[in-house]
């Protein structure tokens, strides 16, 4: 369509002309999107994304990378527009967005070279956990001469030392750590919008916390296979968020128990550690194959269907890391412990080797996105526009 | 009698926009089976209703997404206001009276609102938007008549109705008869009928067609097959048929559905030349929200259907972004270049303007008194030479928005012969509109008229059906 071709072009000029770095062509596709919808703004009451860009009259590549974080794929302002294809404008918004989100991912990975382990996501997955896997069944094989054993009654250290663990999982973790943390921190300094005030914070951490942004702004929902709302996404994802962190803080509390009081593992089935993991671990299943099952029936032209296997990938990762959990759980006692044991740490390593490189990046870019916009819609508008009719 | 089996529907409803979907879902809640024929296929469904963003409402106190009050007389000295009159009292006070409480029925069927849009803060009082806009909204009302069980048949355009003495019998789709008890005819106006405009708008003294370079800004579907067959079949017809509401939109706009992004707001910020770029109008006579509506017919009389909206560096920012960046130029000449227009002549009435610009204390938000002295066209409010690089230009087009033409209707929605009411062929929305909007427009009123007499339409219809089966069966 050469309309849109030269209207990309006009906006990729914009951004050069003003000496800052070309759009490209994904991110120029946004721009002019936003350019459309500045012009229109009937979405402006489904998310932060339509109060963000009235704030503005033209969007650089900071803008772009900012608005697509700040995007939550909920697909409201994709069934509700007017300018969506068949039209000739094909706006759509969360595809532009998305498309733009995973590449800012890959951009300000640390280190930058593994940017590209975003792209063909699903194979990254795959081999991680397959690596991790291997790893650990080769191991359990080596200290034990074969994957069975005599019950042990759950003494996990008989097989894995606790310090070999700790060894294996401990610089994975705060590499991931790191590594997560420094591409945010990119994200945040291309266009940091000043100091958090406390309401500034408190504000994202309601919306994070809450996933405000998918309620659709009337509290119906966002849209998943059609233009009818539904908050089984939010609630799918809750089970999975609140899962994923009630399984953390098992680990963790463990991880204090072992430390601090010299409380070795394994721990009571009503102890702390294992109630809160077991908690946590049903959410876990629950919540990523909602999510999955979503992610089956989501509406083709929502979001980008290249992120598929990515998404797919983590939802698998996280299933997986929960029933292995579990299942270790289950059978501690059996003499097949060695086997779920070495099982659930390789899943556990596939996961936290991705950790920077997947879809797991997304809370965070999201969470620093929110921040931004909590603290830029504190400041006075730069653009006052005059009214229309 | 072959027509009155169980496979006949109650209600057979015409169209596929706001006022056909609230015919057809109170309808359906008064009982009736209802099937609703919508000529565009699915992924073009909703008529002009799509492209809406707000309804105007009536209410005596702040109510959700509404502030202040807005009164019935209010109201109805407005709409007196923007019709000069052109309305009929009983009916417009009738569709006042419903906005002021249509909106709960609305909310169930799935509408959500939202208060008034960034850079529409003067409509906050009068006017409730819609979340998402009219999309969302007709997404909503075909949601919940899905659900209701009403049928609907997308790709089925009526070009036929039989009737027979005023009472309605079946509409024909190509050679498809689907007989009805009672039908509501909701099909909008006759604004993307090509050679109706052509006709209404007639040539001029150039021997144009002003109406060939005219874009629609709404649905391609809108042909008002109709309306025509309607003044065929002898019905009363009210509204001016050469008239329609007409607005100056960017002219890169697409032919049809450009709706409301295309529009240009910066007018009253700069001045608008014609193709031989002379001015031809005061740009500053009023806000521009209550003039916006007479460019399109003051750009419709300009040689080739085309003005320039220029403007410099000062006006940026001040008025909603348009959709498609200006041409934009370090100097005027450049500037008439990109533009197409002469050169010189361009730069002659900017610098006569500018010359005469008597500069007081700009504020765009009062009638100020920047005004220009000794020039004629005179620009009398918010008159600042343009004279700080770089410059901007938008060209302009016609693009319509609706047509008055309309069936005469009395306070149930009934299409009328020689004055005598149908029994059971009613009509809502744009096809009627002109009874209460002779003329004119005021924003958001289009929905109100819609869904008033859409409901109206609707429950009648659904009264008649029930009346006719009960007669049948006598
Ligand atoms: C860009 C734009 C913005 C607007 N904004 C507002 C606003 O904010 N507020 C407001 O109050 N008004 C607004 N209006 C006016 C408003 O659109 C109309 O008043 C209103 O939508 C009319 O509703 P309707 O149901 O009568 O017609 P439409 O919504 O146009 O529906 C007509 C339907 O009939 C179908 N149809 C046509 N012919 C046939 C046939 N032969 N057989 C079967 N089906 C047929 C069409 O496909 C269409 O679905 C706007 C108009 C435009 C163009
Ligand atoms: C350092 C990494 C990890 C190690 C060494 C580890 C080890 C273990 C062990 C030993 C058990 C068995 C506990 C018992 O039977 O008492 C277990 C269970 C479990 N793990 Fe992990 N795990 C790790 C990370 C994770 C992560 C990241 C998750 C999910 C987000 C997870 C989810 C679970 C679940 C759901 C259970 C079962 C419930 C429970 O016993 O608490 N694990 N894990
Ligand atoms: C431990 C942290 C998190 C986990 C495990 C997690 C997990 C997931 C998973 C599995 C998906 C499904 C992918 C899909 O099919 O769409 C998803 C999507 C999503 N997550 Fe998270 N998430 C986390 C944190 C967050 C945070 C903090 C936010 C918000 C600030 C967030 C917002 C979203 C949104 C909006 C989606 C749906 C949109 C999309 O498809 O991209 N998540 N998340
Ligand atoms: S997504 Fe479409 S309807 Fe929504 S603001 Fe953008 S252009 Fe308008
Ligand atoms: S998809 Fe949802 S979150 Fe993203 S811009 Fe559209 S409405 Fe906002």
Redesign the pocket.
């Known amino acids: 369509m050469q309309s849109l071709e030269a209207l990309a072009r006009e906006a990729t000029d914009l951004a050069a002309g003003r000496n800052l770095p070309a759009l490209n062509a994904d991110e120029a596709e946004v721009g002019r999107i936003l350019q459309i919808c500045n012009a229109c703004r009937y979405?402006e009451g489904?998310?932060a994304?339509f109060p963000a860009m009235t704030r503005r009259l033209a969007f650089d590549k900071a803008d772009v990378h900012y608005l697509a974080n700040l995007?939550?794929?909920?697909?409201?302002?994709?069934h509700a527009c007017q300018y969506a294809p068949p039209h000739e404008f094909a706006v759509n918004?969360?595809q532009a967005?998305a498309t733009v989100r995973a590449r800012t991912y890959s951009d300000f990975a640390w280190p930058t070279g593994f940017g590209k382990l975003y792209r063909n996501n699903g194979v990254t997955v795959a081999l991680a956990v397959a690596g991790g896997l291997a790893l650990f069944l080769v191991l359990a094989l080596m200290v034990q001469g074969t994957l069975f054993h005599t019950p042990l009654a759950g003494d996990f250290y008989a097989i894995f030392p606790h310090n070999l663990l700790v060894s294996m999982f401990a610089p994975v973790f705060l590499f991931a750590a790191l590594a997560l943390g420094i591409g945010v921190a990119r994200f945040w300094r291309e266009a940091a919008p000043g100091a958090a005030s406390g309401a500034a914070i408190a504000e994202t951490t309601h919306d994070v916390l809450r996933l405000t942004?998918l309620d659709g702004g009337h509290g119906q929902g966002c849209n998943n296979a059609d233009d009818a709302f539904t908050l089984a996404r939010r609630r799918y994802h809750h089970l999975t968020f609140y899962g994923f962190m009630l399984c953390f803080a098992a680990t963790s509390v463990a991880t204090l128990y072992h430390y601090v009081f010299g409380w070795e593992a394994p721990y009571a089935f009503t102890s702390l550690p294992v109630v809160l993991g077991t908690v946590g671990g049903i959410g876990l299943l629950i919540g990523p194959a909602g999510l999955f099952w979503l992610n089956l029936k989501r509406h083709p032209e929502h979001g980008d269907a290249a992120q598929k296997p990515m998404d797919r990938g983590f939802i698998a990762l996280l299933f997986f890391t929960s029933l292995t959990g579990l299942a270790l759980l289950a059978g501690r006692d059996t003499s097949a412990m060695g086997l779920l044991l070495a099982v659930h740490l390789g899943v556990v390593m596939g996961l936290f080797l991705t950790m920077p490189y997947g879809k797991f990046a997304h809370g965070f870019y999201r969470s620093a996105a929110l921040l931004k916009w909590a603290i830029e819609k504190r400041r006075p508008n730069p653009v006052g526009v005059g009214s229309d009719g | 009698m072959k027509e009155m089996h169980p496979g006949t529907v109650d209600v057979l409803i015409i169209g596929g926009g706001n006022a056909a979907l609230c015919a057809a879902l109170m309808a359906r809640e008064a009982g009736a089976s209802v099937l609703l024929l919508e000529a565009a296929p699915r992924e073009w469904r909703g008529g002009n209703s799509s492209h809406t963003r707000n309804l105007r409402c009536m209410h005596d106190a702040p109510q959700d997404v509404l502030t202040e009050s807005y009164p019935e007389e209010e109201f109805w000295q407005d709409l007196l206001k923007v019709t000069g009159g052109v309305t009929n009292e009983k009916l417009a006070r009738l569709a006042i009276r419903e906005s002021s409480h249509c909106r709960d029925w609305m909310r169930k069927h799935g509408v959500n609102f939202q208060p008034s849009l960034s850079g529409t803060l003067h409509l906050s009082r009068t006017n409730a938007f819609f979340m998402g806009g009219g999309k969302a909204l007709v997404n909503a009302y075909y949601r919940s008549a899905e659900a209701l069980g009403v049928r609907i048949r997308y790709e089925a355009p009526v070009d036929r109705i039989e009737l027979e003495n005023g009472v309605f019998r079946a509409a024909w789709v190509g050679d498809e008869r689907i007989a009805a008890r009672a039908c509501v005819m909701a099909a909008g106006g006759f604004e993307s009928n090509r050679e109706w405009l052509r006709e209404a708008w007639g040539q001029n003294e150039n021997g144009e067609w002003p109406a060939d370079n005219f874009a629609i800004r709404g649905t391609r579907f809108n042909r008002g097959v109709l309306l025509k067959a309607m003044i065929d079949a002898g019905a009363d017809m009210i509204g001016d048929p050469s008239q329609s509401h007409c607005v100056a939109i960017d002219a890169r706009a697409p032919l049809y559905d450009g709706g409301i992004c295309t529009r240009i707001d910066c007018v009253s910020l700069g001045i608008v030349v014609n193709k031989h770029a002379a001015r031809f109008y005061d740009e500053g006579e009023d806000f521009w929200p209550k003039r916006y509506a007479i460019w399109g017919r003051l750009v419709a009389q300009q040689p080739g259907q085309i003005g320039f909206s220029i403007i410099d560096a000062k006006a940026n920012g001040r008025f909603m972004p348009p959709v498609f960046p200006g041409a934009t130029a370090d100097t005027l000449e450049e500037l008439a270049r990109q533009l197409g227009i002469d050169e010189a002549a361009f730069v002659r009435t900017v610098g006569e303007y500018n010359a005469a610009c008597h500069v007081g204390t700009f504020d765009h938000t009062v009638q100020d008194d920047c005004h220009t002295e000794g020039l004629s066209p005179a620009k009398t409010h918010w008159a600042l030479p343009i004279d700080t690089p770089p410059f901007r230009g938008y060209a302009l087009k016609p693009g319509i928005t609706f047509t008055y033409l309309g069936l005469k209707v009395n306070e149930q929605a009934a299409v009328h012969f020689s004055d005598v009411p149908s029994p059971n062929l009613f009509v809502a929305g744009e096809m009627m509109a002109g009874n209460v909007l002779g003329k004119g427009y005021t924003a958001g009123v289009g929905m109100t008229i819609g869904t008033t007499f859409g409901r109206i339409a609707g429950a009648h219809a659904a009264a008649a059906a029930r009346q006719g089966e009960s007669h049948a069966i006598a």
Not at chain 1, 71 to 78: E, K, R, S, T, V
């Open positions: 979405c489904f998310c994304v995007c939550h794929n909920c697909g409201a302002c994709l918004v969360p967005m942004y």
